[in-house]
């Protein structure tokens, strides 16, 4: 960026200060000439980008600013050459970013640039004009910040394009993933549900008497394949400490069930309600493989879950609709819901500026997590049929009416894909990362001396 006109107007008026004062003064022209002497170029270009440059004026400007920024968080600064060396680099590649996306044709329109403002404003609780006037006092002209705001919105879409929309998970990925999780620590992450009979062989028993427990329990392993009932069958016969329990190992993986067991029905594991007899050193065992399944869908999902069934109406904050006139509205309507002159969904047509105003402000059956923590947790304390005051999330205020509750079991789907952005989120910093220094890689970056 090259100098503007105002700040050339400003350096001619300044020379020209100086030369009709060394017509008056000889001794002002002595002083002057001594001043000049000290001054530095008011801008200059420090570093060429491709086909673009970086002056001074624009390193400096982003120095000062990052500086500002480090001191609001009571961060020590580096020395001035470094911090200048680490915001050059920045500078570079924000400049190689923007020329990228001028080639791809990516454009940004003001009308979303002002939407991004009135957002940054709303969540750091400003008005528009209350933001404008921080900006300023931080040295930063508005229009500069409106240009900060396009440039990082213009390499956001620039790397959703470029990285974000190129990133592949895997299933076998989440199928990992999601396996770590449930806690199982091999590739096999099935589950079987096995009941047994234990038929204790006679301590110091000889082969004979052992076969004979052996021919015990085949008769029992026969009368269960008959369709008798196996929980009676081990209330009877068993031994185990579970036979009371109906001899119920529950859900089990294979490297949790004994080994013998395992074995033993190793090969049928597909099968439900297969019977096979097997022997331990101590014992002849008969089980029962009641069903399989797959343990990780049947972990994520869990135990139920309480669903709420709500809607709402949303209303923004901005230059035309201040805080405290949208808060106003809103309780107003809350007073005319109450007081039933008027009806939720009708109201929420009317003056709801969520997609879901043409449902009458209907979000459906939300579960835990669906919505941002101040919504949820506002929903959560209303009874059905009751409105909440006024709500402030990072969208704007709400109204919100809980309509009913209901548990509902988990869905194991919402975890593959709570796992699928868990790993999107831990391989887009590195693919970010490679994506920035190949550009940087492949522009032409020529320094300036003097530059630190």
């Given at each position: ?15 020209a200060?100086?030369?009709c004062g060394a017509?008056a003064?000889a001794a ?19 570093c060429?980008?491709n ?13 000062r ?8 968080q ?14 050059l ?6 400049k190689?970013?923007?020329?990228r996306?001028k ?14 403002i009135?957002?940054?404003a709303r969540n ?9 006037q ?11 910040f ?5 440039e990082?919105?213009?390499?956001q ?18 199928d990992a993933?999601?396996?770590e ?5 091999s ?8 009941r ?16 004979e ?13 008959k ?10 016969h068993s031994r ?33 309600n297969?019977?096979?007899v097997?022997r ?12 399989s399944?797959?343990g990780?869908?049947?972990k994520l999902?869990?135990?139920p ?5 709500a809607?709402?109406?949303l209303?923004f904050?901005?230059?035309m ?17 109450e ?18 105003a043409?449902r009458?402000?209907?979000?459906g059956?939300?579960s ?7 919504f949820?947790?506002a929903?959560?304390?209303l009874?059905p049929?009751e ?15 809980v ?11 919402r ?9 999107r989120?831990?391989?887009?910093a590195?693919a970010?990362?490679?994506?920035q ?7 032409y970056v ?5 530059v630190?």
């Amino acid at each position: 960026m090259t100098i503007t006109s105002n700040l050339r107007r400003c350096a001619l008026a300044v020379a020209a200060a100086f030369v009709c004062g060394a017509a008056a003064q000889a001794a002002d022209v002595q002083q002057s000439e001594q001043t000049a002497s000290r001054l530095q170029p008011i801008d200059r270009i420090v570093c060429v980008v491709n086909n673009d440059v970086i002056t001074e004026y624009d390193l400096q400007m982003r120095v000062r600013q990052v500086a500002l920024n480090l001191r609001s968080q009571n961060i020590t600064l580096p020395a001035m050459g470094e911090l200048r060396a680490q915001v050059l680099e920045r500078l570079i590649l924000e400049k190689a970013m923007e020329q990228r996306a001028k080639e791809l044709g990516i454009r940004v329109d003001e009308q979303m640039v002002s939407a991004s403002i009135e957002q940054i404003a709303r969540n750091n609780k400003l008005t528009v004009d209350e933001l404008r006037q921080k900006v300023q006092a931080d040295g930063l002209t508005f229009q500069a910040f409106r240009s900060q705001i396009k440039e990082e919105i213009t390499a956001q879409r620039l790397r959703e394009r470029e990285v974000d929309s190129k990133l592949k998970i895997p299933e076998s990925e989440i199928d990992a993933y999601l396996a770590e999780k449930a806690g199982f620590l091999s590739g096999d992450t099935q589950e079987y549900h096995v009941r047994h009979i234990l038929l204790p062989i006679p301590t110091g028993a000889s082969d004979a008497e052992a076969a004979e427990v052996g021919r015990q329990a085949e008769k029992i392993a026969n009368e269960a394949r008959k369709g008798a009932d196996f929980g009676q069958l081990v209330a009877a016969h068993s031994r185990a400490q579970d036979a009371l329990e109906g001899g119920d190992l529950g859900w089990r993986d294979a490297s949790r069930l004994p080994s013998i067991f395992w074995q033993a029905i190793e090969g049928n594991r597909s099968k439900r309600n297969f019977i096979a007899v097997t022997r331990s050193p101590g014992a002849w065992h008969v089980i029962q493989l009641l069903d399989s399944r797959d343990g990780v869908k049947a972990k994520l999902a869990g135990a139920p879950v309480e669903q709420t069934h709500a809607r709402h109406i949303l209303m923004f904050v901005s230059d035309m609709t201040p805080e405290g006139d949208v808060i106003s509205r809103l309780n107003d309507i809350k007073h005319r819901i109450e007081t039933k002159e008027a009806d939720f969904a009708t109201l929420a047509r009317l003056t709801s500026v969520d997609s879901s105003a043409t449902r009458g402000g209907d979000l459906g059956w939300i579960s835990p997590g669906d919505t941002v923590p101040e919504f949820e947790a506002a929903m959560n304390r209303l009874a059905p049929g009751e409105v909440s005051e006024p709500v402030r999330t990072q969208y704007g205020y709400h109204l919100i009416q809980v309509l009913e509750r209901r548990k509902a079991q988990g869905d194991a789907s919402r975890s593959r894909l709570e796992a699928r952005m868990a790993l999107r989120e831990k391989k887009l910093a590195e693919a970010v990362f490679n994506w920035q220094r190949e550009l940087r890689d492949k522009a032409y970056v020529q320094i300036r001396k003097q530059v630190y």
